[in-house]
């Protein structure tokens, strides 16, 4: 009788913790969800985009430190004034849950800096002083997008270590 009720009593402790755990586990991916289906609703342009040839997130300034965001699908050619002007800018996080809708590798996503003509600002990385030397024009090139990855990706990974 006393085996019968430890089994009793550890099956209904196995039950509460497997319904505690599911709804937890529900509740965030519910959070998660319901941040992508605000995004899909604001921005729908940026979901079910072809990853065939990969996909290019285009990044402008229009302050110092802030960066907006768009996102195109990958092609073999230069993008029109129509499609770069169509873009709707993003901020970082809401481009990280985007890029987090598609089943692509990282290094399949090209990250393109775009001086947009409607920003008086100019980032440090399109001015090139008189008589500096190309290879620390590339090296602050470099820096700058790394620094955009980071942005949208080292976030995501730290996440998932």
């Known amino acids: 009788m006393r085996m019968k ?4 009593t550890a099956l209904c402790l196995l039950v509460a913790f497997l319904l505690f755990g599911c709804g937890k586990q529900a509740q965030t991916s519910g959070a998660e969800t319901d941040e992508m289906l605000a995004l899909k609703e604001t921005y729908p342009e940026y979901f079910g985009l072809s990853t065939s040839k990969g996909l290019e997130v285009y990044v402008w300034q229009i302050v110092p430190n802030r960066y907006s965001f768009g996102l195109l699908p990958g092609t073999n050619r230069e993008k029109t004034y129509e499609e770069l002007f169509g873009m709707n800018g993003v901020s970082a996080e809401e481009m990280r849950v985007i890029l987090s809708s598609y089943d692509i590798d990282e290094e399949d ?5 775009w001086q947009n003509p409607v920003s008086s600002y100019i980032p440090e990385y399109w001015i090139r002083l008189k008589d500096e030397d190309p290879a620390s ?3 602050r090139r470099q820096a700058y997008l790394e620094g955009i990855r980071d942005m949208l990706f080292a976030a995501a990974d730290a996440t998932t270590e």
């Open 137 to 139: 024009v590339e090296k």
């Open 109 to 113: 996503v090209v990250i393109i800096p």
């Open 5 to 8: 009720k430890l089994t009793v």
